[in-house]
């Protein structure tokens, strides 16, 4: 996916900034993957039009801002001014607290149909790869697909259901794989949700 810096306005008092989208460690390439978009607006935090507005889930007990922009979340500042957290950790067990606040605060979180949920490997957490069907899992390393076919395994009755599972995903369908990977050793994990 191509992340080409665009025009944009300059802020009034023309401050220099990258034009490079910030560098997410848990979510690598957030554009791909539908979490940051392309938007000509104004962040309601920053008050800059940065070209780039965030379109993944805000959790908190206030009503999330209309705009954020990725650098108001790379650099923690929206989830501290408006006490939000962008991912939610159910089940992140295991990994240092700096991991979790690092994940939580800083990293665009990705929407899935009922519940998302990030992946962990060794005692970190992993790439965030994006939402992928039955056609984009052919295209990509056989361990993918196995990750995901171990994710329908525990669905499924049969292995029959569970290879039909497999080709009902659709990466914008009702049935959907999320894709991660362990920036450590490299395996990849799954999660998979139905609408
Ligand atoms: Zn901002
Ligand atoms: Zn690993």
Known sequence: MECT??????????????EDLPVF????????????????????LCRL???????????????????????????????EI????????????GVAPGVVDELTKRTP?????????????CSDACDYLG????????????EASSAVQGVLADWAQSDEERITLF?????????TAYLFRCLHCGEFRARCDSA
Request: proline share 6%.
């Open 131 to 142: 939402p992928v069907g039955s056609s984009e899992l052919r295209d990509l390393p056989e």
């Open 25 to 44: 460690r848990y979510h690598s390439d957030p554009v791909s993957t539908g979490s940051v978009v392309r938007e000509d607006t104004t962040c309601d």
């Open 82 to 93: 408006f006490d939000l957290v962008f991912v939610d950790t159910h089940g992140s067990g």
């Open 167 to 175: 080709e009902m995903l659709r990466r914008d369908g009702d049935l």
């Open 5 to 18: 810096p665009i025009a944009r306005k300059r802020a009034a008092y023309d401050l220099e900034m990258s």
């Open 49 to 79: 039009e940065r070209g780039w507005r965030y379109a993944g889930p805000a959790y908190g007990r206030k009503r999330a801002p209309a705009s954020i922009c990725p650098w108001c979340v790379a650099d923690g500042s929206a989830a």
């Open 109 to 121: 979180g990705y929407t899935a149909w009922q519940q998302e949920e990030w992946c962990f490997h």
